[in-house]
């Protein structure tokens, strides 16, 4: 550690930290534009200049190290004159158009130009303009003329999103910021620039010029999408969100957000949005009442039971449903007779119920810190994209990342190690990887498996999973919902234990873990593939959009079309040709719940904004209809004591989380040939709120699904990209536009879930048919 003094007050900074290092951990503020704590030292914008003893001249707090003895005067005469010249040179060009700009109140610029700029500028001459650029439908570059050139955005794309979309074009007073020529910001974190910018240069596309940000009251909240429980201000004007910024939180989300987490809000004020119960009555809707409604469900559940018995019955929730609405619904079900309830909409392999409860099985802070990591069955940029944020800086400081999966697309970062095989086929790629780990340490593979020979890459793998600690086994999203997924477990669990690493999945949703805790998974009853495949006489449905939600959404169509009854919860218009009844429940902004994240994490939030119209949260409405049908423990007065009921007895949460199973891995039959599908679900299709997100929807990775195919399906079909190709699973057809991607393996297609352009197809794995047009 090294002394310093900064203001005649004595700090302890390791050895390589900066001046500005030390004035942080005092809590002296020095002014600064281009200096941010998660960022490396750019010191461009000169801001920081401080005085140091026998320094001849004013020097950069960013980018001077400490040295023993070192005297700071951070506001000293020298150092104040420094910084007014500093700002009198920031604002030369600067177009001064505060009462328009809608950095206006939250820019540090202004801020420090109150403290550190003149009344008056000595500058007379033509100031310099800046041609606007298009950077896509998120962030605006209208006002690039602003910019002061600190470069954040550069380097927050080149260091934390792995992508350099922005450069620095020019010198002097011709530099200026711009995308590449022709291309729009495509990173799923692009909106953190916007945040980082320290002028208004760089803006909020869809929230731009409709508010001030003095008008807006700020309320913290939870991701309600994918299942790192991200912390967010959620900003309110009246009864609308109208942005949604991080929270900073260092052991979840740093102090950054998904785009996914940043712009989803516009879907909460979609023309789409539910607002009154509604019944079809003679085949047309009808808005009554919700006595009316509660009373017609509650009354149908009775004779479907009376007539065909409580298994008849089945109720499904999705993933991204509260910890309460998931307690209330299996408790609704249950206390109808029912154990046909679930949440795992996308999962195919139930083989594991009850002996497994998936989740990280380490700390999100843990997971930055791994030095070898094996990814399986994961589109992890799209699926996590700020866990891969975290992997992406771990292999900064060393780390190893091996891979096995049916795709080979770019993570912007360093792969060491990688399996790319058909999903039919990861399962021998990992008995490769068990018998190369065996023989490397000299140990026994299970039965079985003395004829399995290992590749080279598995090989690799296995080595690099014993060089070094910590490290971690990931299942990913696509092992999860895989046909094997028991089996992979069960290989990837052994590997784990052989190699002393953690074996965690990376949970789909917000909620995946709570689902599990709240106990909305069947005992003896049906789970979400039985619940279809079997059909029953009445589905209550939580926020499911079943042809866009469901593992097949074939089966999931032909049950709902043929059912008595079916009872959509949801806070938007959809499922009119099945449902008989629509009921408005409130999204995660409109009421108060809890999110359990992949590490175990639970996070109550509150509502942000009064529920829109007739709106009511789920958890009311659930409760209410517990009270019709005469079910017993149905008296609670809060979202709060559902959660404390649920959680009683599990001040820590991870205790009741397991990964482990008792299944041993055993060698299968080889797989069958013919073409076969690989889904992934596009991250702006995940669940209802992201699909109806206007912005979201224009950008690159909300393009309709093309047909992937490899090369040699190509040329055995004679197609190009672009050609059109007609693609077939089960009683469903596609006409999708094909690309061509050289990494595919032979055998898969890739066809992406979770659209409406592909929801007429069956299961997101197994086999599929292609042909040209």
Not at 507 to 514: I, L, R
Not at 519 to 527: E, F, L, R, Y
Not at 556 to 574: K, N, P
Not at 736 to 745: G, I, T
Request: hydrophobic share 45%; with cysteine; net charge negative.
């Amino acid at each position: 550690m090294v002394e310093i003094e900064i203001d005649g007050k004595k700090v302890e900074v390791p050895a390589g930290s900066m001046v500005m290092d030390a004035a942080n951990k005092l809590g002296t503020y020095i002014p600064h534009f281009c200096y941010h704590k998660k960022l490396t030292i750019a010191a461009n914008c000169r801001m920081c200049l401080v005085e140091v003893e026998k320094a001849p001249k004013p020097l950069p707090a960013c980018a001077t190290p400490v040295s023993a003895g070192m005297i700071v005067r951070s506001n000293s005469a020298k150092a104040v004159e420094a910084q007014k010249g500093v700002m009198e040179f920031l604002l030369i060009n600067h177009p001064l158009d505060c009462p328009i700009c809608d950095q206006g109140g939250e820019c540090q610029l202004q801020d420090l130009a109150v403290g550190y700029g003149k009344s008056s500028s000595r500058y007379e001459e033509e100031k310099r303009v800046v041609t606007p650029k298009d950077a896509g439908p998120l962030i605006s570059m209208k006002e690039m003329t602003r910019c002061i050139h600190c470069t954040r955005c550069v380097r927050f794309g080149q260091e934390i999103a792995g992508v350099m979309e922005f450069g620095m074009l020019g010198r002097g007073e011709h530099a200026e910021i711009t995308a590449f020529v022709g291309k729009t910001v495509d990173s799923e974190l692009s909106g953190n620039m916007i945040d980082l910018c320290p002028v208004g240069a760089l803006t909020s596309k869809p929230f731009r010029y409709s508010a001030r940000t003095w008008e807006l009251s700020r309320r913290k909240s939870i991701s309600a999408h994918d299942g790192l429980g991200t912390n967010l201000v959620v900003q309110v004007k009246g009864a609308r969100v109208m942005r949604v910024l991080p929270l900073e939180n260092d052991a979840i989300n740093e102090c950054w957000i998904s785009d996914k987490d940043r712009f989803a809000y516009e879907g909460l004020n979609s023309a789409e949005r539910l607002t009154a119960p509604m019944l079809k009555q003679d085949g047309k809707w009808q808005e009554v009442s919700w006595q009316t409604a509660l009373e017609y469900v509650a009354h149908g559940l009775r004779n479907i039971k009376h007539e065909h018995g409580a298994d008849a019955i089945a109720a499904l929730a999705t993933p991204n449903s509260t910890l309460e609405e998931m307690a209330l619904l299996q408790k609704v079900v249950r206390g109808l007779g029912s154990d046909n309830i679930d949440f795992r909409l996308r999962q195919s392999d139930f083989s594991l119920d009850a002996a497994v409860t998936p989740w990280l099985g380490m700390s999100v802070a843990d997971f930055g810190l791994l030095q070898r990591a094996f990814v399986i069955g994961s589109f992890l940029r799209k699926d996590h994209p700020l866990l891969a944020a975290r992997l992406r800086q771990a292999v900064k400081n060393g780390a190893k990342i091996s891979l096995l999966h049916a795709t080979d697309d770019d993570l912007l970062m360093p792969i060491a190690n990688k399996i790319i095989a058909a999903p039919s086929d990861w399962l021998a790629a990992l008995h490769q990887v068990i018998a190369a780990v065996a023989q490397a340490k000299s140990i026994a593979a299970p039965a079985g498996f003395e004829a399995v020979e290992a590749s080279p890459e598995a090989k690799q793998i296995a080595a690099s999973l014993l060089s070094g600690e910590p490290g971690a086994i990931l299942l990913g999203n696509a092992a999860a919902q895989h046909p094997q997924a028991a089996q992979l477990h069960a290989a990837a669990q052994w590997i784990a234990d052989a190699t002393g690493t953690t074996l965690g999945f990376l949970t789909e949703a917000a909620n995946t873990v709570g689902g599990y805790l709240a106990n909305a998974i069947p005992g003896k009853g049906a789970n979400a593939i039985d619940a279809f495949a079997q059909p029953r006489k009445a589905y209550l449905l939580l926020n499911v959009e079943a042809e866009l939600d469901t593992f097949n959404p074939q089966a999931a169509r032909a049950a709902l079309g043929q059912a008595e009854m079916v009872v959509v919860m949801s806070a938007f218009q959809h499922g009119a040709d099945y449902a008989d009844v629509l009921l408005p429940i409130a999204p995660f902004t409109e009421t108060s719940g809890t999110f359990v994240s992949c590490e175990g994490r639970a996070q109550s939030f509150n509502g942000t904004v009064k529920p829109l119209g007739d709106t009511r949260p789920a958890w009311k409405v659930l409760r209410v209809l517990g009270n019709l049908l005469t079910l017993t423990g149905f008296d609670y007065e809060t979202s709060e004591a559902v959660r404390d009921e649920v959680l009683a007895a599990r001040s820590d949460l991870t205790a009741h989380l397991n990964n482990r199973s008792t299944l041993i891995p055993h060698v299968a039959a080889a797989a069958p040939g013919g073409l076969e599908r690989v889904a992934d679900v596009p991250i702006y299709f995940t669940d209802a709120i992201v699909r109806r997100a206007e912005s979201l929807q224009q950008t690159t990775d909300a393009h309709a699904p093309k047909v992937w195919i490899s090369t040699a399906l190509a040329a055995k079909l004679n197609v190009a990209d672009g050609a059109s190709l007609k693609v077939s699973q089960g009683n469903g057809q596609a006409i999708l536009v094909a690309a061509v991607d050289a990494k595919l393996p032979a055998n898969a297609v890739r066809v992406a879930a979770g659209h409406a352009s592909t929801a007429m197809l069956g299961a997101m794995f197994g086999p599929i048919s292609v042909e040209s047009l």
